[in-house]
């Protein structure tokens, strides 16, 4: 396993395979993993607030048997005072075994490492890379699935600006017989570089469609994201087009049973809740599988995947 | 023990006999307890900051073993995203074996709760509920007193917005021979719906002052709290009255030898630090007694509290 | 040794050589001490924000095999509804074994210990002390040197506000053949009372000289110090300044082959970045030592040392 992971893409399929291997395996009894990391430190250090994935990662250090300490956001963070990531994360790897860096700044983690005396995990740089959430979404994807090919996969709402959307693509884009169905307003569709410079080469199919309903029931996955106001012209577009991305049981009349419904949370209005009981909602599952495959990803990175036998 | 603690009411006499008498023995013997809830996590949510709440949550389940993680303020939280309360606590859920919850609006803990899969105890919501606190008093009356019935309770300062006061008058009312004493200011006298509700239909003695000289010698408690000048219409009113509402040497003369003084920190100025050395002032015996009965409140709904032999 | 560790100068020359060998001890084997603080908390309570000093600390304590809960930040502290310092530290020494805080305002810490029921380390008042970085400077200066006596030691930088500057100055005066080299603009020289109070009774020969060049073949020490802009009239000043005062590979051309260079950290630009690799910087080896030091006072204050039998 590498020592740095900033690009889910840095990760091959063979190391996302055993890294799901290694989470499904901590499901299957958690408390054999419960002092791996016994006496290590993981250090948070979020210097944008992300309480989600923060408190993904500390409990999935804690439920290591590890220990936690970092800073929840930049204003309490000594960047203030003009210091530069680099000896920001050079500092901290001298007080920690393990670093998760959240930055508002696209790249500032190919920067923290530079000096960085022990392994990093990037946890969000702006934009940019979201490794552990496009982990958590194939995790969640094998397990409702059972495998990551031959599957047809739509993504609903801001596809122009959603980076989980775009890593999800990408890393998808890997595995055989996989289509893509993209559901998006005119204003919000995927960048054209991800099917120019990728899907297009590789000749994987792909759809555009506004909206929900016409392709429904071909999909496998349907992964919903957030449309925020702030990314349209005028609010007259975005009232008239916010409920056409808005799933609701309605929505899911012709879908199939075995769906799997995704998003990466949290959720304003995208999600009606009267879908939050049907047994095709996998949301919080995902929030699950986000503490597990941080552990998985942890204990590689520590090299102490093998410390514990395997069932 | 039910799963989730959100008013101090929703705990019967027996349930708190039972919280109490948990509390003892840990006190009689910490480092019995001290491994309890290893490998158990404790979420401390504080949408609005709390120190003192936060610290004795966290000190509690560290004491038994325990592990913490949480944000101490809601500029920290992903609600500012949008996300619904009872959609951030699901999460947290997922994180956590145990949630303790702080939010600045009344009857957020109900919403919160709707789909935690956790118990979660309410840190205190606005000006309404807060029974962590309210547990801690009636430890320290019980461990001061040795019993609950038939004590003259005095409250004084600011009756009017004092949730602890509301909650502990309301605790107070189910023993028998109970009686209170209120003094305060016209402008802070106790809400009549407490009077009108409660205690006039139980039948339950109490009285009404202007100042704490004249009932001083009938008090087995005196409840101190803080009077805030934002409550007075005017600066003169606040000046004039103020001083009447500070507890000093003096004005305990002619006060019972084993009076206990309580208050719910963090104090102003309102008990002179002269009465600090005064073997009836309790209010920092209140809070270890807040961390202890913390620990007696994880371990029963955590189902722990039978883990351990008692003495 | 002591309960409080207020000022540097609270520790005598022989407590200080128990410290260091306490720290030499950890480092040669950290695994002894894995456990030793097991079941103990330590609170750091940072007023203002230190995220460097915050996590020596906390990651001390965890290694310790201790625990660790507090606020980053004073906006997150109840100080804000008018709670004294003392009671502050009154509650949370109620929640802890040992407490670690930081605050803006000199003399803090001595209003904060009266009613303190556990052992308290000042983590720096103000432009006042801050014992553990001095500790730090020392154990640094002893390991890479051996000793602390018979050195010359030059500062350089903002000798005049730099208040790590003066309490290594009193520091190292304790010891016997030292001789101090002063580098700074003539706006930001070592405050007359230094030398008028501590280095001329005592006899201790020192230079004050307006650059590094013209004194770094003398030097066996180099503490260098950030120039801050804002600590000038004007900008002219501080731009025509500024160069002097980073240190760069040319100026390290005829300084000695074993020279210790040393920062307290976080620097700006005063040390330029291609010194980094050089064998005699020294400042990343200080963060360690940061670490090991404060284990040993934690360890010392807790009269835990003498809990591992040394090696």
């Known amino acids: 396993m590498k020592k740095f992971i900033i690009d889910p893409m840095d990760l ?3 190391e996302i395979n055993e890294l799901v291997d290694l989470a499904d395996d901590i499901i299957k009894d958690r408390s054999r993993y419960q002092d ?3 006496h290590k430190i993981l250090a948070t250090l979020f ?15 804690l439920s290591l048997g590890g220990n936690v300490l970092g800073f929840p956001s930049g204003n309490v963070s000594s960047a203030t005072k003009g210091e530069s990531v680099t000896d920001t994360i050079w500092t901290v790897s001298c007080f920690s075994d393990i670093i998760a860096m ?3 700044k696209e790249g500032a983690p190919r920067v923290a490492i ?8 990037n946890a969000g740089d702006g934009g ?16 409702e699935k059972g495998r990551f090919d031959h599957l047809t996969v739509g993504f ?14 990408k890393a998808m884009s890997r595995y055989e017989g996989v289509r893509f169905v993209f559901i998006s307003p005119e204003e919000l569709m995927l960048p054209d570089y991800l099917k120019e410079d990728l899907l297009d080469p590789l000749g994987i199919p792909y759809k555009e469609v506004r909206s929900m309903e016409e392709v429904m ?4 996955i349907l992964y919903m994201t957030r449309v925020q106001q702030e990314r349209f012209f005028n609010e007259q577009d975005y009232l008239r087009l916010r409920d056409t991305y808005i799933l609701d049981l309605k929505k899911l009349d012709n879908a199939k049973k075995d769906l799997c419904i995704m998003h990466p949370l949290p959720r304003v209005n995208e999600i009606s809740t009267e879908v939050d009981d049907d047994p095709r909602a996998c949301y919080f599952k995902q929030v699950e599988n986000g503490r597990y495959i941080r552990m998985a990803l942890i204990l590689s990175l520590l090299n102490l995947d093998h410390e514990v036998e395997r069932l």
């Open 12 to 14: 091959s399929v063979d």
């Open 102 to 104: 959240r930055h508002p």
């Open 114 to 121: 530079r000096r960085s005396k022990v392994p990093l995990i």
């Open 47 to 61: 210097f944008e607030p992300s309480t989600r994935t923060r408190l993904s990662f500390e409990s999935a250090m």
């Open 217 to 220: 029931s071909d999909l496998d």
């Open 156 to 169: 609903c709402g801001d596809l122009k600006f959603g980076r989980t959307v775009h890593s999800l693509v």
């Open 36 to 38: 791996v990391c016994r």
């Open 128 to 143: 940019h890379n979201h490794p552990t959430q496009t982990l958590t979404d194939l995790l969640t994807i094998h397990r």
